[in-house]
C-alpha cells in the first residue's frame, strides 16, 4: 500500500479545490510534469506553515502483473516502475488526486496474475468486488489481457496499459468495440510494430553488413496469444522482404530445454533463428543453448531485455543477439531517468516493464484529474481524447482502426516521440547498441563471426 502523505502534502488540502482542478486540467494541455509547482508558486511558502495533520479519503487502483510464478522479475520491475511514478506524480503536485472536486490519496492494489489467465481473473475480480478498486492499470501477458478484457467488460471496469500486445486482443475490440470499450491496449500490435523485423533485416543485407548463407528463417514462440501473433506478424515481415520463413514453433512459458528443436533448426541450415518468450527462464536459456550448440546464424531475441538481469544470466551468450522489443534512453531525459532508476533501485530498469508502467501510472493520474470523476463514460471519453507525453513515448488510444493502429483503443504507433516506438539494437558485453532506424543508430550492425 502506498504511504499517507506528510504533514508538508496535506497541505495542498487547504488549496481551493476547483482552482487546483484548473490547474491541473491546464496542466492535462500543456502536457508537462510539475505544472502545478510553476503555476502555484505560493504553494511552496504554504509549506512552511506546517499545517495540521489531515486524514484524506483514499482510493484504491488496481495494478496487474506476474507478482509470482515465471515471470516474477518482471513483476518486481512492473512494482517498481509504478512506486517510482506515484513518488514522482507526489512531487510533482498530481498526487492528492481529485474525484468529483474532492482530494484523494491513492492506494494500490497488486493483482497479482502468476502469469495464467484464470490466476488472473480471480485476482481481478476480488480486487474489484471486495477490495473495491475503482480501476486497473498495467500488466504483461496477453492471455491474461484476454481473460481480463471479459472479466472487467462484466464489472464495468476501465483499464489502463496493459502490456498484452497480441493482435487478437485488438480483434476482440473490433468485434465488439461497445462491450471493451473501457480496454485501453498498452502495447501496439505486432502486425503494427514488435513483428516488423523484416525491412532492416532486408536493408542490412543490402548494404552488404549481413551475409547469410540462405533466405531460411526459423521462429520460436512461447505458447500463447502473444507468442502465436507476433510468430504470424513476423512471418509475413521476413515473407514480404525474400525471407523463407518455416512455420513457427511453440514452447511452453516455463520450458527451459530447447537442444532437440535447436538441433532441428541446425540440420535444416537456417540462416535467421528467431525467438520471444515472457518468461525470464525460458528465453535465456534458449539464448545460452543457441550458443552453445554453435547455431551458424544470426539471432532474434524479442523479450530478451525485458528482465532486467539478462545479462547476467545470458552472459557472452547474448553478444551479437538482435531484438526491436524495447524502447532506448535516446532523448537526455531518458537518460536522467534511468539514472534517477538505478540511483533508487540499484540495478538498470526493464523499460518496457518499469518504464512503460512508470508512464501509464502517470498518464492514469493525469487522466483522473481531468476527469474528475470514475464515471466510467466521463472516464473513458477523457482517455479517448486524452494525449500524453511520457518519459518513453508519446501515448494516445486510436478512436478507430487505422495506420497507427489495429482497432480503436490501440495505442497508436508513430517515429520517435510522435508515438509508440521501438528502435532495433543489437547486444554486446550486456550493453544494448541502436543500429536502426540509422538516424538513431549508435554503430553499424556487427555480422557475428561464426556465419
Same mark, same amino acid.
Given at each position: ?7 508538508? &502534502?496535506?497541505?495542498? *488540502? ?17 502536457? $508537462? ?60 503536485? /498530481? ?6 472536486? @474532492? ?16 490466476? %488472473? ?5 476480488? %480486487? ?16 491474461? %489481457?484476454?481473460?481480463?478484457?471479459? @472479466? ?15 493482435? !487478437? ?30 525491412? #532492416? ?34 512471418? $509475413?515481415?521476413?515473407? /514480404?522482404?525474400?525471407?523463407? #520463413?518455416? #512455420?513457427?514453433? *511453440? ?7 530447447? &537442444?532437440?528443436?535447436?538441433?532441428? !533448426? ?9 525467438? $520471444? ?43 551479437? *543477439? ?8 535516446? %532523448? ?21 516493464? =518499469? ?14 484529474? @481531468? =476527469? ?15 494525449? !500524453?507525453?511520457?518519459?518513453?513515448? !508519446?501515448?494516445?488510444?486510436? $478512436? ?52
Amino acid at each position: 500500500m502506498v504511504q499517507k502523505h506528510s504533514r508538508k &502534502r496535506n497541505v495542498q *488540502v487547504h488549496l481551493n479545490q476547483l482552482s487546483r482542478r484548473r490547474i491541473l486540467r491546464t496542466a492535462s494541455l500543456i502536457g $508537462t510534469a510539475g505544472t502545478i509547482s510553476l503555476l502555484v508558486p505560493g504553494l511552496l511558502h504554504a509549506r512552511d506553515s506546517d499545517p495540521p495533520e489531515i486524514t484524506l479519503p483514499s482510493i484504491k487502483i488496481g495494478a496487474c502483473g506476474p507478482f509470482s510464478g515465471p515471470a516474477k522479475h518482471t513483476g518486481d520491475a512492473i512494482k517498481q516502475g509504478i512506486l517510482m511514478a506515484l513518488e514522482d506524480a507526489r512531487t510533482a503536485g /498530481e498526487v492528492p488526486i481529485t474525484i468529483d472536486g @474532492t482530494l484523494h490519496d491513492i492506494d494500490i492494489v497488486w493483482v497479482d496474475s502468476r502469469s495464467a489467465p484464470a490466476s %488472473a481473473v480471480n485476482a481481478a475480480t476480488d %480486487a474489484i468486488t471486495r477490495q473495491n478498486v475503482k480501476l486497473m492499470i498495467g500488466g504483461w501477458h496477453s492471455s491474461v %489481457a484476454l481473460a481480463l478484457m471479459e @472479466t472487467e467488460a462484466d464489472l464495468n471496469t476501465i483499464h489502463i496499459g496493459h502490456l498484452g500486445a497480441s493482435q !487478437y486482443i485488438a480483434a476482440k475490440i473490433n468485434d465488439d468495440p461497445q462491450r471493451y470499450r473501457g480496454w485501453f491496449k498498452g502495447w501496439p500490435s505486432p502486425p503494427k510494430l514488435a513483428g516488423l523485423y523484416g525491412a #532492416p533485416l532486408k536493408y542490412m543485407r543490402k548494404q552488404g553488413l549481413w551475409q547469410p548463407a540462405n533466405n531460411r528463417a526459423a521462429i520460436l514462440v512461447e505458447d500463447s496469444a502473444f507468442g502465436r501473433g507476433w510468430g504470424e506478424a513476423l512471418m $509475413t515481415s521476413l515473407s /514480404e522482404a525474400g525471407f523463407d #520463413p518455416l #512455420p513457427y514453433d *511453440v514452447a511452453a512459458l516455463d520450458e527451459t530445454e530447447f &537442444r532437440p528443436l535447436l538441433n532441428k !533448426y541446425k540440420s535444416e541450415q537456417v540462416s535467421l533463428v528467431a525467438m $520471444t518468450s515472457t518468461g525470464d527462464v525460458a528465453v535465456s536459456n534458449f539464448v545460452r543453448q543457441f550458443k552453445e550448440l554453435g547455431i551458424k546464424a544470426l539471432l532474434i531475441g524479442h523479450g530478451l531485455r525485458w528482465s532486467s538481469n539478462w545479462y547476467a544470466v545470458t552472459g557472452d551468450a547474448s553478444n551479437f *543477439v538482435i531484438a526491436m522489443d524495447s524502447a532506448m534512453p535516446i %532523448a537526455l531525459w531518458q537518460r536522467w531517468w534511468v539514472r534517477r532508476f538505478k540511483a533508487k533501485y540499484g540495478e538498470d530498469p526493464s523499460i518496457p516493464a =518499469a518504464g512503460f508502467h512508470y508512464d501509464y501510472t502517470r498518464m492514469a493520474i493525469r487522466a483522473l484529474n @481531468t =476527469a474528475n470523476t470514475f464515471d466510467f463514460n466521463t472516464l473513458t471519453a477523457t482517455l479517448s481524447q486524452l494525449s !500524453y507525453k511520457g518519459v518513453w513515448n !508519446y501515448y494516445q488510444f486510436s $478512436t478507430e482502426p487505422g495506420a497507427h493502429a489495429l482497432s480503436a483503443n490501440e495505442v497508436m504507433t508513430g517515429h520517435f516521440m510522435k508515438g509508440f516506438y521501438l528502435p532495433m539494437v543489437q547486444l554486446f558485453d550486456g550493453q544494448a547498441k541502436i543500429i536502426w532506424p540509422i538516424k538513431y543508430a549508435e554503430q553499424r550492425f556487427r555480422q557475428p563471426p561464426w556465419i
